[in-house]
């Protein structure tokens, strides 16, 4: 796969490097999305219809078990070659951020440590009344557990529709692509925001920025250099071609 010399060239020189990862970067790992994840028994609901805080107040139990379900899924996942490429490319850049928009937890699994996660992680837990983080020791998979601290329902640590991102997350986000050289954009469709706007704050304050997609889409034409194909394929090769063979 032939890579781009002036990526090869930033790869190499750039001091400061912001990622922003989507669905699409699990989807050689067999992650499914929100919406392909709706088989067997979870057919007949609408992904949107569990996933807020409405849906949570009406019926708890479910919603908790719909989580369960799509852990399951993830945990039966593993990171594939692109997200390890990524965890390769922060081992080598003194200043690394990779902000993503999955709560799969396959980059950490991977090997990336700077991850700012901005709609939340399937793993973590807290207080659906006062918000406290919550550790569970053994997660309970039929119904959700109780805040030891206020009684409360305890809810997966996710950005629901209709709630806002995590503010600290987000201040972060913004602050990498502000200062950063290089700006990667890979396997989101660019369409949900405010996380599809970082890619254009990063080129405004001067980052080089490039597309990384399976096809064209809402960035087409945005940022300063496009590249479609599979994630998992050329992510690896970017590697090879800016690092040489140990990459
Ligand atoms: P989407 O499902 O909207 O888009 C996935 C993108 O990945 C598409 O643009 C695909 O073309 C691309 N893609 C698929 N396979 C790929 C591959 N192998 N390599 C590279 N690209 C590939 O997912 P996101 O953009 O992540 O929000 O969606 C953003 C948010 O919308 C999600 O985090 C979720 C959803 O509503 C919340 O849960 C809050």
């Known amino acids: ?11 190499r020189r750039s001091q400061r490097v912001a990622v922003l990862t989507g669905a699409g970067v699990s989807a050689e ?6 919406r392909d994840a ?3 028994l979870w057919a007949r609901y609408d992904p949107a219809e569990l996933a807020s805080p409405e849906a949570f107040r009406a019926n708890p139990t479910l919603v908790w078990q719909w989580y369960a379900y799509r852990r399951s899924l ?3 996942a593993a990171p594939n070659p692109g997200h390890l490429a990524l965890a390769d490319l922060e081992r080598r850049i003194a200043d690394f951020t990779l902000i993503t928009q999955n709560v799969d937890d396959l980059h950490r699994r991977a090997g990336s440590r700077n991850v700012v996660e901005l709609h939340g992680n399937l793993f973590r837990y807290r207080c659906f009344d006062d918000d406290t983080p919550v550790e569970l020791v053994t997660v309970p998979q039929d119904a ?11 809810r997966p640590d996710v950005v629901w529709f209709g709630e806002w991102l995590p ?13 950063c050289d290089l700006f990667l954009c890979i396997g989101t469709s660019g369409v949900v925001r405010p996380a599809a706007d970082l890619p254009l704050i990063a080129r405004s304050a001067g980052a080089y920025t490039v597309e990384i997609n399976i096809a064209p889409g809402a960035l087409d034409g945005q940022l300063d250099l ?8 050329l992510l690896p090769a970017m590697m090879s071609a800016a690092f040489g063979d140990a990459a």
Do not use: N
Not at 144 to 154: D, E, S, W
Not at 167 to 179: F, G, H, L, M, N
Not at 226 to 233: D, E, I, K, S
């Open 1 to 11: 796969m032939k890579i781009p010399d002036p990526l090869i060239e930033r790869l």
């Open 29 to 34: 790992s067999g992650v499914p999305t929100f």
């Open 38 to 40: 709706q088989t067997g």
């Open 74 to 76: 993830v945990e039966a």
């Open 144 to 154: 959700p557990p109780r805040c030891a601290r206020c009684g409360g329902l305890v």
């Open 167 to 179: 503010p600290q997350a987000w201040r972060t986000a913004v602050a990498a692509a502000e200062r």
């Open 226 to 233: 496009h590249l479609y194909a599979p994630a998992g394929q």
